[in-house]
């Protein structure tokens, strides 16, 4: 079993729309986590961290639920530069980030 | 924000030679860095962590003297990629977090396509 495990997609929605993406991590003592994005031959970049009381930035939301080991993120009112992999990242220890394979999104007109 | 650079972005090599790659933090002192490699519709594989000053700790799996690592600087660690194969062609992504960073964020280079023919 993967330590952090995705949908790889395509997800392909209109602009406007509202996507979830979720994730489940297997380690239970994994102690921080995230969401990166990544543009096509690009490095990933931080999106947000996700914390277990829930957090928001902008249209993006991350819950985290720690007794199901489960993170999710919400993307609101899609644009068409939202298209792109979506990463779900978890660390444990002060070092070590274990990378998901990613979610693909793709907004179109 | 944070910038680290690689050196090259790209590069084509023939099979049996050796590729050395460089990260630099540009603007920060980085006590760790670390090596990923992410093949085609995969995840990013750390396979290694460098600390300033003393021996990269592998990760299982990964053949340390095939994949050379060194960071001699706070500013630089190189990742020498030796009697490469065609197998080895991936993109190779540097990391690495600040002296001073109590968030333990990774701040990430551009990475190095290398393509062994």
């Known amino acids: 079993r993967k330590e952090v495990e995705q949908d790889p997609g395509p997800f392909n929605v209109p602009e406007g729309a509202t996507v979830a993406f979720n994730c489940t991590y297997s380690?239970?003592?994994?102690?921080?986590f995230f969401w990166y994005r990544q543009d096509c031959r690009k490095e990933p970049k931080l999106l947000m961290s996700?914390?277990?009381s829930g957090n928001e930035d902008g249209r993006f939301t991350a819950q985290l639920n720690r007794a199901s080991q489960y993170i999710s993120l919400l993307i609101r009112d899609s644009k068409l530069s939202d298209s792109a992999t979506y990463l779900c990242v978890v660390r444990y220890n002060t070092d070590k980030l274990i990378f998901g394979t990613g979610t693909r999104l793709q907004v179109f007109p | 924000g944070a910038v680290v650079s690689q050196h090259p972005s790209w590069v084509i090599c023939k099979s049996g030679t050796s590729v050395k790659i460089e990260c630099r933090s540009l603007d920060f002192q980085a006590t760790t860095m670390f090596w990923y490699r992410q093949f085609p519709k995969q995840s990013l594989m750390l396979m290694a962590t460098s600390n300033e000053g003393s021996k990269a700790t592998y990760e299982q799996g990964v053949e340390k003297d095939k994949f050379l690592i060194n960071h001699a600087s706070l500013t630089l660690s190189t990742l020498t990629v030796t009697s490469a194969h065609p197998e080895d062609s991936s993109f190779y992504i540097c990391s690495a977090r600040g002296i001073r960073d109590l968030s333990y964020e990774q701040y990430f280079g551009p990475g190095t396509r290398l393509t062994v023919t």
């Open positions: 996700v914390y277990s």
């Open positions: 380690n239970s003592a994994s102690q921080s």
